[in-house]
């Protein structure tokens, strides 16, 4: 956390898994999670950064079931009955938001990492849910809100639809995406960067214009393929710089609300967050 302060890269996700918050689904969440959580804060908040809770489940909850595990889509029955429900996961945001909702360092609430494969249960309802369980505490922090079908940016509106669906008198919420770079947009990466470039010449150009996401967006995560060993110029790990400065202002300059915590530095390759004049689709 230190090394990516110091770098400018000041605003972190921080992913934790439902199950070991909350054990026990609408019952209190664990001590010593929740003091793990706090922990990490309180490193990011010494290092001046700020942190988004990320709820990392890809809409699903693991529970045992005749001794073994199995991943429970939200709102989606098992055999007769709901084992989760859209209910539970309320449940779960109005504790977080009744511990974090005064804490500066958290900047943003990151309500589901990627749902996929919700079936029958619909996510639009379920993220409705969690919105309002956190505006129920009188939080107003950013909410960041996920879409079915991993999030991913290239197919948003296909699988989510063309329109924004969170209803939220505060404003404060916006629509995370996760932009893959990579020749089908699925985040695999199984070429390395001059692989990707051989198949796509124009693979920079299309980093800035290949999601067709505008507006209010978060692009969540966002990965690139790694230079190649033969790549003049670079070692393996480190991407073109522009690319990574596109992805982050997209990433941290197009939210509703007030503007991302902003980077320093002037090193090579560190990344400047700035307020875009264009959406991230462009």
Request: positive net charge; proline residues 4%.
């Amino acid at each position: 956390m230190a090394y990516f302060c110091d770098q400018g890269l000041r605003l972190l996700r921080l992913p934790f898994r439902w199950e070991r918050i909350q054990p026990r689904l609408g019952e209190a969440l664990d001590d010593a999670e929740l003091r793990r959580l706090k922990t990490t804060v309180e490193w990011v908040r010494k290092h001046h950064g700020k942190v988004i809770l990320d709820v990392h489940n890809y809409g699903r909850y693991c529970i045992r079931r005749h001794g073994k595990k199995q991943e429970c889509v939200i709102d989606q029955k098992m055999g007769k009955a709901v084992v989760v429900s859209r209910h539970h996961f309320a449940d779960l945001w109005r504790r977080l938001s009744q511990v974090f909702r005064e804490e500066p360092t958290v900047y943003a609430y990151g309500l589901m990492n990627e749902p996929h494969d919700m079936g029958t249960s619909d996510w639009r309802v379920i993220s409705q849910a969690a919105v309002d369980a956190v505006r129920g505490e009188k939080d107003h922090k950013l909410i960041l809100v996920a879409g079915d079908g991993w999030s991913n940016a290239h197919r948003f509106p296909e699988v989510n639809g063309a329109r924004a669906w969170i209803k939220d008198a505060t404003g404060q919420v916006a629509y995370e995406a996760h932009c893959y770079f990579d020749h089908n947009n699925s985040g695999k990466y199984d070429l390395d960067y001059d692989e990707e470039l051989t198949r796509d010449a124009k693979l920079e150009e299309a980093v800035f214009s290949r999601s067709p996401l505008s507006g209010d967006c978060f692009a969540g995560n966002g990965n690139l393929p790694t230079a190649g060993p033969t790549q003049s110029g670079t070692s393996p790990g480190y991407c073109n710089t522009e690319i990574l400065r596109h992805v982050a202002r997209c990433a941290l300059g197009n939210m509703t609300g007030s503007d991302p915590p902003a980077a320093t530095g002037a090193r090579d390759g560190a990344v400047t967050f700035r307020k875009p004049r264009r959406s991230c689709s462009s």
